[in-house]
């Protein structure tokens, strides 16, 4: 950490200093500021600062691009800042922007955190599901068993972990959220529908129609299967986060300690249960239902679109929209298509950076373009599109171009995520069907490989790669963060 000690100091001086900073938080590249006055920051000093790629601005975030050790950075520049990680964010901060911008930073503020772990459970997942689909595990015997506990507790106990996340970013005790969570995949009452006969049925005749095994002082309560579920235990979050704090304005501080908690919960539980979870259970499966269908329509332009337009959905944070329906997919039905379209984007990255690499006649450039390459290859595209496509235009054009074939050549052969598995080559195990082996996975095989060669032949050919021999200001960047 000593390392990024004078980078993370120059950083909390130019984001206007400490004094100026809500909150921050970090991705797999960046520093994601929640900054009271963006006026304040030096944006083109950060720019062009030795260890930091770029500066972008979106979803109400001021984001530093740092690259790889973005998480070396972030612990410099929370013990720098005496910012903590745990504190509630922006409890009374009172966000600014349009609702889409504030959404874009309430599903990023969310999932962030978790994406690394949730990443890795995936691949675990994806990786157990490979070795028994070649024959080197029998999913009968033990170590597949245990591998599939490791990759599956995530995942089956997800709403606890966005009880703590959500909790946290609505500015509530995260702790509170959590114990929402684990009441709503409370062994006990999951497992009430299959062991008891229904006193009645509600909404009969209609997509809703529900039994109803339990009353909750006489109002019937609707058991759902919360486990792996992502919608109903953040819209809980959100309304207890409120109940919370109206509770700690109005109890006395003697008794304010086990009082605020005790009735939050007491409230917000049986409410989760008896509306919030059914409505928003229901919500989750309609929009898994819609997002399929679009897909259905025409998986070639679902591709195309998706695919190609991934990196700059990416450059402007636009992408947190599409991550939590992708996640509401697999808990939802157990497949996704959405994410699955994005798969081809870093190979046709690592393609271009190739091109680049080996074409060049700047020394410097040749030397960025090795690690960048490698980068796009684990998925990691910051390093390559702000460093070195996104400079030369051209070659970044060209990207999008491949990632879009790629993208619809995924749509034509039925590729559809079925854990959410890692970046990259990573993401390739994620893609084995539970039957075993099939075209969707070969199809993805096939999609990455054209994606790369094509980004690689066209940003050979048209990519104007000597044509400025100068090094850009964003490469010098590149550089020191490599």
């Given at each position: 950490?000593m390392?990024?000690?004078?980078?993370?100091?120059d950083?909390?001086?130019?984001v206007?200093?400490?004094?100026?900073?809500?909150?921050?938080?970090?991705c797999?590249?960046?520093?994601?500021?929640?900054?009271?006055?963006?006026?304040?920051a030096?944006?083109?000093?950060?720019?062009?600062m030795?260890g930091?790629?770029t500066?972008?601005?979106?979803?109400g975030?001021?984001?530093?691009?740092?690259?790889n050790?973005v998480?070396?950075?972030?612990?410099?520049?929370?013990?720098?800042?005496?910012?903590?990680?745990?504190?509630p964010?922006?409890?009374?901060s009172?966000?600014?922007?349009?609702?889409?911008?504030?959404?874009?930073?309430?599903?990023?503020?969310?999932?962030t955190?978790?994406?690394g772990?949730?990443?890795?459970?995936?691949?675990?997942k994806?990786?157990?599901?490979?070795?028994?689909?070649?024959?080197w595990l029998d999913?009968?015997g033990?170590?597949?068993?245990?591998?599939?506990?490791?990759?599956?507790?995530?995942?089956?106990?997800?709403?606890?972990?966005l009880?703590?996340?959500?909790?946290?970013?609505f500015?509530g005790?995260?702790?509170?959220?959590?114990?929402?969570?684990?009441?709503?995949?409370?062994?006990a009452?999951?497992?009430i529908?299959?062991?008891a006969?229904?006193?009645?049925?509600?909404?009969?005749?209609?997509?809703?129609?529900?039994?109803?095994?339990?009353?909750?002082?006489?109002?019937?309560?609707?058991?759902m299967?919360?486990s792996m579920?992502?919608?109903?235990i953040?819209?809980s979050?959100f309304?207890?986060?409120?109940?919370?704090?109206?509770?700690?304005?109005?109890?006395?501080?003697?008794?304010?300690?086990?009082?605020?908690?005790?009735?939050t919960?007491l409230?917000?539980?049986?409410?989760?249960?008896?509306?919030?979870?059914p409505?928003?259970?229901?919500?989750?499966q309609l929009?898994?239902?819609a997002?399929t269908?679009?897909y259905?329509?025409?998986?070639v332009?679902?591709?195309?679109?998706?695919?190609?337009?991934?990196?700059v959905?990416?450059?402007f944070?636009?992408?947190?929209?599409?991550?939590?329906i992708g996640?509401?997919?697999?808990?939802?039905?157990?497949?996704?298509?959405?994410?699955?379209?994005?798969?081809?984007?870093?190979?046709?990255?690592?393609?271009?950076?190739?091109?680049?690499?080996?074409?060049?006649?700047?020394?410097n450039?040749?030397?960025?373009?090795?690690p960048?390459?490698?980068?796009?290859?684990?998925?990691?595209t910051e390093?390559g599109?702000?460093?070195?496509a996104?400079?030369?235009k051209?070659?970044?054009?060209?990207?999008?171009?491949?990632?879009?074939?790629?993208?619809?050549?995924?749509?034509?052969?039925?590729?559809?995520?079925?854990?959410?598995?890692?970046?990259g080559?990573?993401?390739?195990?994620s893609?084995?069907s539970p039957?075993g082996?099939?075209?969707?996975?070969?199809?993805?095989?096939?999609?990455?490989?054209v994606?790369?060669v094509?980004?690689?032949?066209?940003?050979?050919?048209?990519?104007?790669?000597?044509?400025?021999?100068?090094?850009?200001?964003?490469k010098?960047?590149?550089k020191?963060?490599?």
């Amino acid at each position: 950490m000593m390392k990024y000690e004078q980078l993370a100091k120059d950083i909390i001086a130019n984001v206007g200093g400490k004094e100026n900073v809500n909150s921050v938080v970090h991705c797999v590249t960046r520093l994601r500021f929640k900054l009271k006055d963006e006026k304040k920051a030096n944006t083109e000093i950060l720019k062009n600062m030795d260890g930091v790629v770029t500066v972008m601005k979106s979803g109400g975030q001021y984001q530093v691009v740092i690259g790889n050790h973005v998480p070396d950075v972030y612990k410099a520049v929370t013990a720098e800042g005496g910012f903590s990680s745990d504190q509630p964010v922006e409890a009374d901060s009172g966000e600014k922007g349009n609702l889409f911008n504030r959404f874009i930073d309430m599903i990023s503020g969310i999932f962030t955190p978790i994406l690394g772990v949730l990443a890795a459970s995936g691949m675990i997942k994806g990786f157990n599901a490979l070795f028994v689909a070649i024959g080197w595990l029998d999913n009968q015997g033990g170590t597949y068993q245990v591998l599939n506990a490791i990759g599956d507790a995530l995942f089956f106990f997800l709403p606890i972990l966005l009880g703590y996340t959500a909790m946290k970013k609505f500015g509530g005790t995260p702790f509170l959220g959590m114990v929402i969570a684990m009441a709503l995949v409370y062994p006990a009452l999951e497992a009430i529908p299959k062991t008891a006969e229904p006193l009645y049925t509600l909404f009969t005749g209609t997509m809703f129609e529900s039994n109803v095994y339990i009353e909750f002082f006489g109002i019937p309560v609707i058991l759902m299967t919360y486990s792996m579920s992502v919608i109903p235990i953040i819209v809980s979050a959100f309304f207890a986060a409120k109940l919370e704090r109206f509770f700690a304005r109005v109890i006395p501080d003697v008794v304010k300690v086990f009082l605020v908690p005790m009735f939050t919960l007491l409230i917000i539980i049986p409410v989760t249960f008896i509306v919030i979870g059914p409505i928003a259970t229901w919500a989750s499966q309609l929009l898994g239902q819609a997002t399929t269908s679009i897909y259905e329509l025409s998986p070639v332009i679902a591709g195309a679109f998706i695919g190609g337009l991934w990196l700059v959905f990416v450059m402007f944070g636009l992408h947190w929209g599409l991550v939590p329906i992708g996640i509401n997919n697999f808990t939802s039905q157990g497949w996704d298509p959405i994410l699955a379209l994005i798969f081809v984007h870093s190979f046709a990255l690592a393609g271009a950076i190739l091109a680049i690499w080996i074409k060049t006649k700047n020394s410097n450039t040749k030397t960025l373009s090795a690690p960048a390459f490698i980068s796009s290859l684990f998925g990691v595209t910051e390093p390559g599109m702000y460093g070195i496509a996104l400079p030369l235009k051209k070659p970044f054009i060209f990207t999008l171009i491949s990632s879009a074939i790629g993208g619809a050549m995924l749509g034509i052969f039925g590729t559809v995520g079925y854990e959410m598995g890692g970046l990259g080559v990573f993401q390739i195990p994620s893609f084995i069907s539970p039957e075993g082996i099939d075209m969707g996975l070969i199809g993805a095989i096939i999609a990455a490989v054209v994606g790369m060669v094509l980004a690689f032949v066209l940003t050979y050919l048209f990519g104007g790669i000597n044509k400025n021999q100068e090094e850009t200001t964003e490469k010098k960047q590149l550089k020191s963060k490599i």
